[in-house]
Protein backbone atom coordinates (compact mmCIF):
# COMPACT_ATOMS: atom_id res chain seq x y z
CA UNK A 1 0.00 0.00 0.00
CA UNK A 2 2.63 2.53 0.73
CA UNK A 3 4.37 1.83 -2.71
CA UNK A 4 1.09 2.51 -4.41
CA UNK A 5 0.66 5.79 -2.29
CA UNK A 6 3.67 7.06 -3.00
CA UNK A 7 3.73 6.06 -6.86
CA UNK A 8 0.41 7.43 -6.60
CA UNK A 9 1.67 10.89 -5.11
CA UNK A 10 4.88 10.73 -6.91
CA UNK A 11 2.38 11.07 -10.61
CA UNK A 12 0.58 13.18 -9.75
CA UNK A 13 3.23 15.82 -8.57
CA UNK A 14 4.45 14.85 -12.23
CA UNK A 15 1.23 15.80 -13.61
CA UNK A 16 0.55 18.85 -11.77
CA UNK A 17 4.59 20.02 -12.72
CA UNK A 18 3.42 19.47 -16.04
CA UNK A 19 0.37 21.21 -16.41
CA UNK A 20 1.93 24.28 -14.44
CA UNK A 21 5.03 24.15 -17.13
CA UNK A 22 2.23 24.35 -20.03
CA UNK A 23 0.54 27.04 -17.86
CA UNK A 24 3.38 28.99 -17.52
CA UNK A 25 4.29 28.56 -21.26
CA UNK A 26 1.02 29.18 -22.81
CA UNK A 27 0.67 32.39 -20.53
CA UNK A 28 3.89 33.48 -21.46
CA UNK A 29 2.76 33.20 -25.15
CA UNK A 30 -0.32 34.92 -24.79
CA UNK A 31 1.55 37.82 -23.20
CA UNK A 32 3.70 38.00 -25.42
CA UNK A 33 1.44 37.08 -28.39
CA UNK A 34 1.46 40.74 -30.14
CA UNK A 35 5.70 41.02 -30.04
CA UNK A 36 5.92 37.00 -31.48
CA UNK A 37 3.38 38.10 -33.99
CA UNK A 38 4.97 40.85 -35.12
CA UNK A 39 8.40 39.34 -35.35
CA UNK A 40 6.98 36.40 -37.57
CA UNK A 41 6.24 38.99 -39.80
CA UNK A 42 9.47 40.92 -39.69
CA UNK A 43 10.96 37.56 -40.40
CA UNK A 44 9.95 37.71 -44.05
CA UNK A 45 10.71 41.31 -44.79
CA UNK A 46 14.71 41.46 -44.98
CA UNK A 47 15.11 44.69 -47.09
CA UNK A 48 18.14 46.33 -48.05
CA UNK A 49 19.31 49.79 -47.66
CA UNK A 50 18.15 52.48 -50.23
CA UNK A 51 21.09 53.00 -52.60
CA UNK A 52 21.91 54.52 -56.20
CA UNK A 53 21.55 51.21 -58.37
CA UNK A 54 21.81 51.02 -62.31
CA UNK A 55 18.42 50.21 -62.49
CA UNK A 56 15.13 49.16 -61.00
CA UNK A 57 13.29 46.05 -61.60
CA UNK A 58 9.20 45.83 -60.44
CA UNK A 59 8.20 42.19 -60.43
CA UNK A 60 5.13 41.12 -61.61
CA UNK A 61 1.49 41.32 -59.03
CA UNK A 62 0.33 43.65 -56.87
CA UNK A 63 0.82 46.73 -59.67
CA UNK A 64 -0.43 50.01 -57.73
CA UNK A 65 1.47 49.33 -54.57
CA UNK A 66 5.25 47.65 -56.49
CA UNK A 67 4.37 50.65 -59.20
CA UNK A 68 3.97 53.33 -56.26
CA UNK A 69 7.26 52.32 -54.50
CA UNK A 70 9.31 52.49 -57.96
CA UNK A 71 8.24 55.23 -59.11
CA UNK A 72 9.13 56.65 -56.07
CA UNK A 73 12.50 55.60 -55.99
CA UNK A 74 12.81 57.09 -59.52
CA UNK A 75 11.52 59.94 -58.37
CA UNK A 76 14.41 59.77 -55.48
CA UNK A 77 17.05 59.55 -58.27
CA UNK A 78 17.64 56.16 -57.14
CA UNK A 79 18.03 54.95 -60.48
CA UNK A 80 17.67 56.42 -64.12
CA UNK A 81 16.02 53.62 -65.14
CA UNK A 82 13.12 51.31 -64.13
CA UNK A 83 11.58 47.99 -65.79
CA UNK A 84 8.29 46.24 -65.05
CA UNK A 85 8.30 42.19 -65.80
CA UNK A 86 5.20 39.77 -65.33
CA UNK A 87 4.00 37.96 -68.28
CA UNK A 88 0.45 36.80 -66.64
CA UNK A 89 -2.38 38.24 -67.02
CA UNK A 90 -5.32 38.96 -64.33
CA UNK A 91 -8.26 36.42 -64.87
CA UNK A 92 -10.33 39.61 -63.63
CA UNK A 93 -9.60 42.18 -66.47
CA UNK A 94 -9.21 39.17 -68.82
CA UNK A 95 -12.53 38.70 -68.58
CA UNK A 96 -13.78 41.91 -69.52
CA UNK A 97 -12.00 41.65 -72.32
CA UNK A 98 -8.89 43.76 -71.01
CA UNK A 99 -5.44 41.79 -72.05
CA UNK A 100 -2.57 43.40 -70.16
CA UNK A 101 0.05 41.78 -68.89
CA UNK A 102 1.46 42.24 -65.15
CA UNK A 103 4.18 44.48 -66.61
CA UNK A 104 1.78 46.44 -68.25
CA UNK A 105 -0.16 46.90 -64.97
CA UNK A 106 3.02 47.70 -63.19
CA UNK A 107 4.26 50.51 -65.83
CA UNK A 108 0.67 51.79 -65.84
CA UNK A 109 0.47 52.38 -62.01
CA UNK A 110 3.94 54.10 -62.04
CA UNK A 111 2.82 56.76 -64.80
CA UNK A 112 -0.34 57.34 -62.66
CA UNK A 113 2.20 58.20 -59.78
CA UNK A 114 4.28 60.68 -62.08
CA UNK A 115 7.11 58.62 -62.97
CA UNK A 116 8.47 59.82 -66.91
CA UNK A 117 7.54 57.47 -69.48
CA UNK A 118 10.54 57.66 -71.02
CA UNK A 119 12.36 55.89 -67.86
CA UNK A 120 10.12 52.96 -67.76
CA UNK A 121 10.71 49.84 -69.63
CA UNK A 122 8.69 46.43 -70.36
CA UNK A 123 9.90 42.91 -69.96
CA UNK A 124 6.79 41.29 -70.30
CA UNK A 125 8.16 37.93 -69.69
CA UNK A 126 8.47 35.53 -66.57
CA UNK A 127 5.56 33.75 -64.97
CA UNK A 128 6.81 32.95 -61.62
CA UNK A 129 9.94 34.67 -58.94
CA UNK A 130 12.19 32.43 -60.16
CA UNK A 131 11.65 32.59 -63.69
CA UNK A 132 11.67 36.45 -63.64
CA UNK A 133 14.69 36.59 -61.26
CA UNK A 134 16.09 34.63 -64.28
CA UNK A 135 15.02 37.12 -66.93
CA UNK A 136 16.19 40.18 -64.53
CA UNK A 137 19.88 38.95 -64.23
CA UNK A 138 20.19 38.49 -68.11
CA UNK A 139 18.63 41.68 -68.90
CA UNK A 140 21.29 43.21 -65.93
CA UNK A 141 23.94 41.30 -67.92
CA UNK A 142 23.21 42.33 -71.19
CA UNK A 143 23.16 45.86 -70.24
CA UNK A 144 26.42 45.36 -68.46
CA UNK A 145 24.52 46.77 -65.01
CA UNK A 146 26.59 46.09 -61.52
CA UNK A 147 24.16 47.06 -59.11
CA UNK A 148 20.09 46.75 -59.46
CA UNK A 149 17.33 47.17 -56.97
CA UNK A 150 14.39 44.56 -57.29
CA UNK A 151 11.38 45.88 -55.89
CA UNK A 152 8.47 43.43 -54.36
CA UNK A 153 5.43 43.20 -52.15
CA UNK A 154 7.32 43.78 -48.21
CA UNK A 155 6.04 40.08 -47.04
CA UNK A 156 8.00 39.03 -50.01
CA UNK A 157 11.26 40.39 -49.83
CA UNK A 158 13.03 37.21 -47.79
CA UNK A 159 12.48 34.91 -50.91
CA UNK A 160 13.24 37.38 -53.73
CA UNK A 161 16.41 38.12 -51.90
CA UNK A 162 17.43 34.45 -51.29
CA UNK A 163 16.32 33.42 -55.30
CA UNK A 164 18.38 36.75 -56.81
CA UNK A 165 21.31 36.19 -54.72
CA UNK A 166 21.27 32.21 -55.67
CA UNK A 167 20.71 32.73 -59.26
CA UNK A 168 23.34 35.50 -59.26
CA UNK A 169 25.67 34.07 -57.66
CA UNK A 170 29.13 34.62 -59.68
CA UNK A 171 27.61 37.01 -61.97
CA UNK A 172 29.29 40.21 -60.65
CA UNK A 173 25.54 41.61 -59.95
CA UNK A 174 24.72 43.45 -56.61
CA UNK A 175 21.36 42.44 -56.20
CA UNK A 176 19.25 45.07 -53.67
CA UNK A 177 15.13 45.01 -52.78
CA UNK A 178 12.96 47.31 -51.76
CA UNK A 179 9.26 46.18 -50.27
CA UNK A 180 6.15 48.36 -51.55
CA UNK A 181 3.78 48.44 -48.46
CA UNK A 182 0.19 47.20 -48.88
CA UNK A 183 -2.87 48.99 -49.17
CA UNK A 184 -4.36 45.90 -47.93
CA UNK A 185 -3.41 45.53 -44.39
CA UNK A 186 -1.03 46.92 -41.81
CA UNK A 187 2.35 45.35 -42.27
CA UNK A 188 2.85 45.61 -38.55
CA UNK A 189 -0.51 44.33 -37.44
CA UNK A 190 -0.64 41.59 -40.16
CA UNK A 191 -2.82 39.01 -38.24
CA UNK A 192 -5.80 41.80 -37.68
CA UNK A 193 -6.51 41.28 -41.33
CA UNK A 194 -8.13 38.93 -43.51
CA UNK A 195 -5.81 39.93 -46.70
CA UNK A 196 -2.75 40.01 -43.90
CA UNK A 197 -2.99 36.93 -42.73
CA UNK A 198 -3.36 35.10 -46.16
CA UNK A 199 -0.25 37.07 -47.14
CA UNK A 200 1.87 35.80 -44.33
CA UNK A 201 0.89 31.89 -44.09
CA UNK A 202 0.56 32.14 -48.07
CA UNK A 203 4.34 33.26 -47.56
CA UNK A 204 5.90 31.38 -45.36
CA UNK A 205 4.51 28.09 -47.34
CA UNK A 206 6.28 29.91 -50.92
CA UNK A 207 9.14 30.39 -48.66
CA UNK A 208 9.18 26.13 -47.39
CA UNK A 209 8.35 25.57 -51.13
CA UNK A 210 11.48 27.16 -52.84
CA UNK A 211 13.69 26.30 -49.77
CA UNK A 212 12.36 22.48 -51.31
CA UNK A 213 12.81 23.14 -54.81
CA UNK A 214 15.50 25.57 -55.14
Not at 30 to 43: H, K
Not at 104 to 112: D, G, N, T, V
Not at 136 to 146: F, S, T
Not at 161 to 179: A, D, F, S, W, Y
Request: proline share 1%.
Amino acid sequence: MTFLRRTAEFLLNRFMLSFLGIAIVLGLLWAFRYTLLRATGDMLIDQDKELHADAIYVLGGSPIERGREAARLLGANKADIAYCTGENFYPLLAAEGIDLTEAQLSQHAMLRTGADSSKVGLLQTGTSTWEEAGVILAHAIENNYDTITVVSTEFHLRRVKRVLRKQGKGKGITVLVRGAYSDRYDSNRWWQSEDGLLMVNNEYVKLMYYLWKY
